[in-house]
């Protein structure tokens, strides 16, 4: 998760040498966020917002627009693959190529949140503007995307959903105490800090490699099931009457799960957002 921050004034550093190159880096940040500023605010044409992005700015889009291409990718996936135990459809009727397409968006996600730090720093052209687009994009590629593609694959009960929002609130609340406390952390040299707090938004990418094994080996609703299976299935009598019920209300939900009913491995996605609202946890930047 790259950052493109401003280094703090109380920056230290053990050399005159970096000193120099620290207080030199400030002054170029300095002046690039202070012609943003004025173009943002005296210019009131028409796009005249493009004009005051940055290269990195423009490449923290791209990031955004992955994660964007993910989300309806996934929809896509929904709408031409209806849950067969819904819809009476047959197995090989299942086409996964969207949800492929979805996964596959994220991480060049990843890539383009990696280069914009670096064009950045290259460029000496660091920004609040860019850090703040930083922060929306990698909700949107490494927060709302994941959860999107879990909500795909099956994760579909009232419950799932839920534990799903409880995750992409993690992340957004861990990108928001990054904003307000970058300038508090320790900082190297360069004016990047020298470790995150909790884990980084981007290490749910580690969900999504495990999605795509369960994509592979047919291990999703649909297909063969999500591995462990759902919790909260109702067996017998019950079954038949709640599916009596529902086809007489005209309703589409699955007679056969209670309301409470959850998968869990939707607790991988719990664990990654308290991990990353942590505040326990130091993770050294490389």
Not at 130 to 150: M, N
Not at 156 to 167: I, K, S, V
Request: aromatic fraction near 10%; proline fraction near 5%.
């Amino acid at each position: 998760m790259s950052r493109r921050v401003v280094p703090s004034a109380g920056t230290t550093d053990e050399t005159l040498g970096t000193k120099t190159v620290a207080t030199s880096n400030q002054a170029r940040h300095d002046s690039g966020q202070e012609k943003q500023k004025m173009l943002l605010a005296s210019d009131t044409a028409h796009f005249s917002m493009i004009r005051a992005l940055h290269l990195a700015d423009l490449i923290t889009e791209l990031n955004g627009f992955c994660g964007i291409m993910s989300i309806f990718s996934s929809l896509q996936y929904c709408l031409h693959n209806p849950l067969p135990h819904l819809n009476s459809l047959p197995v090989s009727t299942i086409d996964k190529t969207y949800l492929w397409h979805a996964m596959l968006y994220l991480p060049f996600g990843l890539f383009f949140d990696f280069m914009d730090g670096r064009v950045a720093r290259w460029r000496h052209k660091s920004s609040l503007m860019g850090q703040e687009l930083d922060s929306l994009a990698d909700l949107i590629s490494f927060g709302l995307g994941p959860a999107v593609v879990a909500y795909a694959i099956g994760l579909r009960t009232p419950l799932d959903t839920l534990l799903l929002a409880f995750f992409v609130l993690c992340g957004l609340s861990r990108l928001a105490r990054f904003n307000v406390s970058v300038s508090s952390l320790p900082k190297d040299a360069s004016g990047k800090s020298r470790y995150f707090e909790g884990t980084p938004i981007p290490t749910t990418l580690a969900l999504v490699a495990a999605m795509a094994l369960w994509v592979r080996q047919g291990w999703i609703e649909g297909v063969h099931g999500l591995p462990g299976g759902v919790w909260g299935r109702r067996d017998g009598m019950l079954a038949t009457a709640a599916a009596a019920t529902k086809w007489v209300k005209g309703e589409t939900a699955d007679p056969l799960l209670a309301w409470w009913a959850v998968h869990p491995v939707v607790g991988l996605f719990v664990l990654s957002g308290c991990l990353m609202v942590s505040k326990s946890i130091r993770i050294p930047k490389p």
